[in-house]
């Protein structure tokens, strides 16, 4: 066996060793890719005497770009030759040599997201003040670059729709402006790489020549642009490997296009090999991603297999409520950490990342260390802070934090300078700032051009004052909502809008909660509850469990899985309901969940959300049946906190909001960025504990860890449990499991 492949399997080791021409691997789910990769290049160099220089490794992140050098430093001399890289990375390279070609300086700049919206807000606004029409412009742009067409390819596309002149206008004067500022947005890295290829023969001969080898990794992410880009910088040798698994193909909502696997097939008559022996679960767990995937049929047929054994028989729990799934989830937690597992072995992956809530809650009660990865704490999500920050006006007219946050959301046209003028105002009149917001109507001494601006915010107020003089919590929040018109102001299709109104649904719903179960309650203590589940101790933490979407997961893997909120409509996502292809993509994103497990899987649903003002039913996923799962005859507990608020839903008139985001029915991800974000760290996880229950009865002074002092209202035996339900001093009523929530009686 020669040097560096007698790691392979046999599978592996076919593609490896075919290295003249075009062949596309397709890469089961933990099959080991990224050590095929390295082994090939490895191969290439020590046993084909290729030059490192000679060698292209093309990848999507930047840390799987670090992990590939870091493999072939220890594989092979010269290591550091090897073209290993991001998309973007690579095309900026190439740019810098030749982009003078194209009428740009070499030292052009890179603008990221936020220059570019400048840019286009700018732009529209010389013409007509609509944000709206900014937010399409950006959309277009960005669309239109990753499928290679231009502003009159757009216009040709969408002639009949009203704005797309205005649209096309805009992209134009976007365009130009990069290139008299001698800028490149990232959009254009590949775009302007791409017409540098095709347009001058100098620096495609330069790169054809020089990349003999080339390998893709994550090929069916490939959007048009990076597939053209791949067939140009192999024009000459057609030596290209490309490695990728269609039925991974998750991310059709940035431009990948899954047919550029198939089109690979056929542009380069390539051959095609299977990896499909996965190194990572066990039998049961493979056994259920085969069945599901099979129900897609735009795929290259392949089948898993794993010489691990059965493993542990995949758990289906059917919660009546969202409330009742998450303590399910807690009780499974603590009787895997009985048998061993750590909670950073553990991670709860959802379809959106709305559904997290109920579960940063129920970890805070039951003081369970967790990581949010790839987003935001729930509370912490800007949609949620402004929602809150009226809230936190009405409760405290001196809070100038809250009343800076919102002044201009949504947009009234007031920027620093007015702020500065009325806090101005304020200090030397010596009122406060809410006061000289509310009185700006009957001010004499600001100009009239901060009056006008002023004045709809001050009628907001005012009016969100007076509704809470005479309604609940719950009731004022969807005033606030209504009254805001956020259904309107998150309309535009995206999938960050639709995130956001997933979102603020979801604050709703814990409000609701909240307010059933502490009648009377006020806005103040209802803040001083988000506070607490807002706050986060700063001691370090290793072991966490890990919160997740799905999408931000991918490459992941832990050796328990929580798959939660497996309802239709959730998972797969209401908006793909009808649309074939939208649900093969839903389809994958469930199997990218299934694999990500190693050892464990549990499969969770609610059989009703609280939604939309009124608790509703929830059909089971059709997932959970194509896995090949047997769901049980389901009969409904009472487990907690929410389930006693549930008997209270409905009481109050709130008939008046109903019609509070009804057209609004799509769930959907929006990836905030992999990053970390560490979340209610604690020392210690809960174990169900052997407590006396002899010391808690109706009337017993309790302390719990987070919530200080509170007093028992009541006892009920639940699922093999005992909750109580305790009136804390600092956050009001809460039922909680006894076995789990660490109260301590007072001496």
Same mark, same amino acid.
């Given at each position: 066996?020669?040097?560096?492949?007698?790691?392979?399997?046999?599978?592996?080791?076919?593609?490896?060793?075919?290295?003249?021409? *075009?062949?596309?691997?397709?890469?089961?789910?933990?099959?080991?890719?990224?050590?095929?990769?390295?082994?090939? /290049?490895?191969?290439?160099?020590? =046993?084909?005497?290729?030059?490192?220089?000679?060698?292209?490794?093309?990848?999507?992140?930047?840390?799987?770009?670090?992990?590939?050098?870091?493999?072939?430093?220890?594989?092979?001399?010269?290591?550091?030759?090897?073209?290993?890289?991001?998309?973007?990375?690579?095309?900026?390279?190439?740019?810098?040599?030749?982009?003078?070609?194209?009428?740009?300086? &070499?030292?052009?700049?890179?603008?990221?997201?936020?220059?570019?919206?400048?840019?286009?807000?700018?732009?529209?606004?010389?013409?007509?003040?609509?944000?709206?029409?900014?937010?399409?412009?950006?959309?277009?742009?960005?669309?239109?670059?990753?499928?290679?067409?231009?502003?009159?390819?757009?216009?040709?596309?969408?002639?009949?729709?009203?704005?797309?002149?205005?649209?096309?206008?805009?992209?134009?004067?976007?365009?130009?402006?990069?290139? +008299?500022?001698?800028?490149?947005?990232?959009?254009?890295?590949?775009?302007?790489?791409?017409?540098?290829?095709?347009?001058?023969?100098?620096?495609? %001969?330069?790169?054809?020549?020089?990349?003999?080898?080339?390998?893709?990794?994550?090929? !069916?992410?490939?959007?048009?642009?990076?597939?053209?880009?791949?067939?140009?910088?192999?024009?000459?040798?057609?030596?290209?490997?490309?490695?990728?698994?269609?039925?991974? +193909?998750?991310?059709?909502?940035?431009?990948?296009?899954?047919?550029?696997?198939?089109?690979?097939?056929?542009?380069?008559?390539?051959?095609?090999?299977?990896?499909?022996?996965?190194?990572?679960?066990?039998?049961?767990?493979? =056994?259920?991603?085969?069945?599901? /995937?099979?129900?897609?049929? &735009?795929?290259?047929?392949?089948?898993?297999?794993?010489?691990?054994?059965?493993?542990?028989?995949?758990?289906?729990?059917?919660? #009546?409520? %969202?409330?009742?799934?998450?303590?399910?989830?807690?009780?499974?937690?603590?009787?895997?950490?009985?048998?061993?597992?750590?909670?950073?072995?553990?991670?709860?992956?959802?379809?959106?990342?709305?559904l997290s809530r109920p579960f940063e809650q129920r970890f805070l009660q039951y003081n369970i260390p967790c990581v949010i990865y790839g987003g935001f704490k729930f509370f912490d999500r800007k949609e949620i802070k402004d929602v809150l920050a009226y809230?936190?006006?009405?409760?405290?007219?001196?809070?100038?934090?809250? /009343?800076?946050?919102?002044?201009?959301?949504?947009?009234?046209?007031?920027?620093?300078? $007015?702020?500065?003028?009325?806090?101005?105002? *304020?200090?030397?009149?010596?009122?406060?700032?809410?006061?000289?917001?509310?009185?700006? %109507?009957?001010?004499?001494?600001? #100009?009239? &051009?901060?009056?006008?601006?002023?004045?709809?915010?001050?009628?907001?107020?005012?009016?969100t004052e007076e509704f809470s003089k005479t309604n609940d919590v719950y009731a004022t929040a969807r005033f606030i909502v209504k009254v805001l018109d956020l259904k309107t102001l998150y309309s535009e299709p995206t999938e960050e809008n639709e995130n956001?109104?997933?979102?603020?649904?979801?604050?709703?719903? +814990?409000?609701?909660?909240?307010?059933?179960?502490?009648?009377?309650?006020?806005?103040?203590?209802?803040? !001083? $509850?988000?506070?607490?589940?807002?706050?986060?101790?700063?001691?370090?933490?290793?072991?966490?469990? $890990?919160?997740?979407?799905?999408?931000?997961?991918?490459?992941?893997?832990?050796?328990?899985?929580?798959?939660?909120?497996?309802?239709?409509?959730?998972? #797969?996502?209401?908006?793909?309901?009808?649309?074939?292809?939208?649900?093969?993509?839903?389809?994958?994103?469930?199997?990218?969940?299934?694999?990500? *497990?190693?050892?464990?899987?549990?499969?969770?649903?609610?059989?009703?959300?609280?939604?939309?003002?009124?608790?509703?039913?929830?059909?089971?996923?059709?997932?959970?049946?194509?896995?090949?799962?047997?769901?049980?005859?389901?009969?409904?507990?009472?487990?907690?906190?929410?389930?006693?608020?549930?008997?209270?839903?409905?009481?109050?008139?709130?008939?008046?909001?109903?019609?509070?985001?009804?057209?609004?029915?799509?769930?959907?991800?929006?990836?905030?960025?992999?990053?970390?974000? #560490?979340?209610?760290?604690?020392?210690?996880?809960?174990?169900? !504990?052997?407590?006396?229950?002899?010391?808690?009865?109706?009337?017993?002074?309790?302390?719990?860890?987070?919530?200080?002092?509170?007093?028992?209202?009541?006892? +009920?035996?639940? *699922?093999?449990?005992?909750?109580? %339900?305790?009136?804390?001093?600092?956050?009001?009523?809460?039922?909680?499991?006894?076995?789990?929530?660490?109260?301590?009686?007072?001496?």
């Amino acid at each position: 066996m020669e040097f560096g492949l007698e790691e392979l399997n046999s599978e592996q080791l076919k593609p490896v060793l075919d290295t003249e021409g *075009a062949i596309l691997v397709t890469a089961g789910a933990g099959s080991g890719k990224t050590r095929l990769l390295t082994h090939r /290049i490895a191969h290439l160099v020590i =046993n084909n005497g290729v030059k490192p220089y000679n060698i292209l490794a093309i990848t999507f992140t930047n840390k799987a770009a670090r992990e590939m050098k870091e493999r072939l430093i220890d594989m092979i001399p010269d290591a550091d030759k090897v073209w290993v890289s991001t998309f973007h990375s690579m095309c900026v390279t190439i740019l810098r040599k030749f982009i003078d070609r194209l009428g740009y300086d &070499s030292n052009f700049s890179i603008y990221g997201e936020q220059e570019k919206e400048r840019i286009i807000k700018e732009i529209v606004s010389q013409s007509q003040d609509d944000d709206d029409l900014a937010k399409k412009v950006i959309k277009v742009v960005s669309d239109c670059k990753n499928a290679a067409l231009d502003e009159e390819d757009y216009l040709a596309r969408n002639k009949h729709d009203a704005e797309a002149e205005a649209i096309c206008e805009c992209f134009k004067q976007y365009n130009a402006r990069l290139k +008299s500022s001698n800028a490149l947005d990232f959009d254009d890295l590949l775009v302007k790489t791409l017409l540098l290829l095709k347009s001058v023969p100098e620096c495609r %001969e330069y790169y054809s020549e020089k990349f003999r080898y080339i390998h893709i990794d994550e090929f !069916q992410d490939t959007n048009t642009v990076q597939y053209e880009l791949v067939k140009l910088l192999s024009c000459k040798y057609r030596n290209v490997m490309a490695v990728g698994d269609e039925d991974q +193909s998750i991310y059709g909502w940035r431009g990948a296009d899954i047919t550029n696997i198939k089109n690979f097939i056929k542009d380069f008559n390539s051959k095609v090999y299977k990896l499909e022996q996965n190194y990572r679960s066990t039998k049961n767990i493979i =056994n259920a991603a085969n069945v599901l /995937i099979k129900n897609n049929t &735009s795929r290259i047929d392949k089948n898993l297999w794993t010489e691990k054994g059965n493993g542990v028989k995949i758990e289906y729990y059917g919660a #009546p409520t %969202e409330s009742a799934e998450a303590d399910f989830v807690v009780r499974s937690i603590s009787g895997l950490m009985d048998v061993g597992y750590s909670l950073s072995d553990m991670a709860i992956l959802m379809r959106v990342n709305a559904l997290s809530r109920p579960f940063e809650q129920r970890f805070l009660q039951y003081n369970i260390p967790c990581v949010i990865y790839g987003g935001f704490k729930f509370f912490d999500r800007k949609e949620i802070k402004d929602v809150l920050a009226y809230l936190k006006i009405i409760a405290n007219h001196r809070d100038d934090e809250a /009343i800076t946050r919102v002044i201009n959301f949504p947009k009234r046209g007031i920027g620093d300078g $007015t702020v500065a003028q009325l806090k101005n105002y *304020a200090s030397l009149t010596g009122i406060s700032l809410y006061d000289a917001i509310i009185d700006v %109507e009957h001010n004499q001494d600001l #100009p009239l &051009s901060v009056i006008k601006k002023v004045v709809p915010f001050a009628a907001v107020l005012k009016a969100t004052e007076e509704f809470s003089k005479t309604n609940d919590v719950y009731a004022t929040a969807r005033f606030i909502v209504k009254v805001l018109d956020l259904k309107t102001l998150y309309s535009e299709p995206t999938e960050e809008n639709e995130n956001r109104k997933m979102n603020i649904r979801e604050l709703l719903n +814990s409000i609701k909660e909240f307010t059933v179960s502490n009648q009377g309650a006020s806005v103040a203590e209802y803040l !001083q $509850t988000v506070s607490l589940y807002s706050d986060t101790d700063k001691e370090e933490e290793n072991s966490k469990i $890990t919160i997740a979407t799905v999408h931000s997961a991918k490459g992941l893997e832990f050796k328990v899985v929580f798959v939660v909120g497996l309802e239709e409509g959730g998972f #797969p996502i209401s908006r793909a309901l009808g649309d074939d292809d939208e649900i093969e993509e839903e389809r994958r994103l469930m199997y990218v969940a299934i694999t990500r *497990a190693k050892e464990r899987l549990y499969l969770t649903r609610a059989r009703s959300r609280f939604t939309y003002g009124a608790r509703k039913e929830s059909p089971i996923s059709r997932f959970i049946a194509e896995a090949g799962i047997q769901v049980p005859q389901e009969t409904s507990f009472r487990a907690g906190f929410s389930e006693r608020s549930d008997y209270g839903y409905g009481k109050g008139n709130y008939s008046r909001y109903s019609s509070d985001y009804d057209e609004e029915k799509d769930y959907s991800f929006y990836d905030a960025g992999k990053t970390t974000v #560490p979340v209610y760290q604690k020392t210690a996880a809960p174990k169900k !504990q052997s407590v006396d229950l002899s010391k808690f009865k109706v009337g017993t002074i309790v302390i719990h860890k987070k919530f200080g002092k509170g007093v028992i209202l009541s006892l +009920s035996p639940n *699922a093999g449990n005992s909750y109580a %339900e305790i009136k804390f001093e600092r956050v009001g009523n809460m039922t909680l499991a006894l076995e789990y929530a660490g109260l301590k009686t007072e001496d």
